[in-house]
């Protein structure tokens, strides 16, 4: 059975991470700016603690581990700036909904590379799941072309978050806690920095509000949601790490909904009639898969059978 702790630490990083969304909004700093700040202020807290434990991991780390550990940080790193920048084209509501297809691909890179088998009535849920995002999709093409390219950077977040798990299913093992969250915030951070500075987005010069909101999305969504799943990484099977983010969308809705009085900025896009359809097939789809998926948590596969 899944130890209760990594149940804990799922819940705990599912509601951390759920505040990503409004805090993203709200800080109005750029898509490059925003996660290499993010990850990068993590390092900084993190890394005087880890130094120790980061050099003997290193050290421990076959070659291939070792690139597949910088593949994975550029890859997550990736993730926040599709996510970010995928508020700049498509409605809040479609940006957090669309994050529910997550768990589908992370079935799909647990079948393909870890071993975790997907079952038919697996498949009908995807399917299910599946009619949600095409609701979604026929909803944004009547908005025009860079809604639907604000959908495809959404689901190209769930893509690059998937990956980068199934790879800790292999790294986590091998790695303490805290020396694997420094690489993979390190690189990841690196990894938006050169984006910023290649595009121009600003690094700094933002409102003391724009700071406030930036430095709730670095210590509760990112120190504490992210590194709550990368813990849960270890023990938990990659399809139920991503199917627990089948609750934050309808988390940051709710949070979005509270702070629409208070905020201008979050009350200018609403949820339509077909947008609570498809979020509500999407939803389902993701939940029978989780009632019909696995029953408890498997161990890693081999070194030689983990890409």
Known sequence: MIPGRSIAALLVGLVAVSMAGPFIVLSQVGPFALPAWRLLAVVALLLPFAL??????????????RALLAFSGVLYGAHFVAF???????????????????????????????????????????????????????????????????????????????????????LRPRMSLVGYLSALYLVGGLTCLAGAVATGDPLGGYAPEGWFWLACAVVISTLVGHSCFHYAVKFVPVFQVNLTILGEPVLALAVMAALRDRFPVLQTSELTVRQALGGAVLLLGVGLGLWWGRAGAQEPPPAEDAP
Not at 120 to 133: C, E
Request: aromatic fraction near 8%; charged fraction near 20%.
């Open 52 to 65: 120790p434990r980061l050099r003997a991991d290193w050290t421990g780390l076959a070659p291939r581990d």
């Open 84 to 170: 970010t920048a995928a508020f700049r084209f498509t409605t809040k509501e479609s940006a957090v909904m669309l994050l529910a297809g997550q768990p589908l691909l992370g079935a799909a890179y647990g079948a393909l590379f870890l071993g975790e088998a997907i079952t038919r009535a697996m498949v009908a849920a995807s399917s299910v799941a599946i009619l949600g995002l095409l609701l979604f999709v026929r909803f944004d093409a009547d908005r025009g072309e860079q809604a639907l390219l604000g959908d495809a950077l959404v689901l190209l977040c769930g893509l690059l978050i998937a990956i980068c798990y199934g790879l800790g299913r292999r």
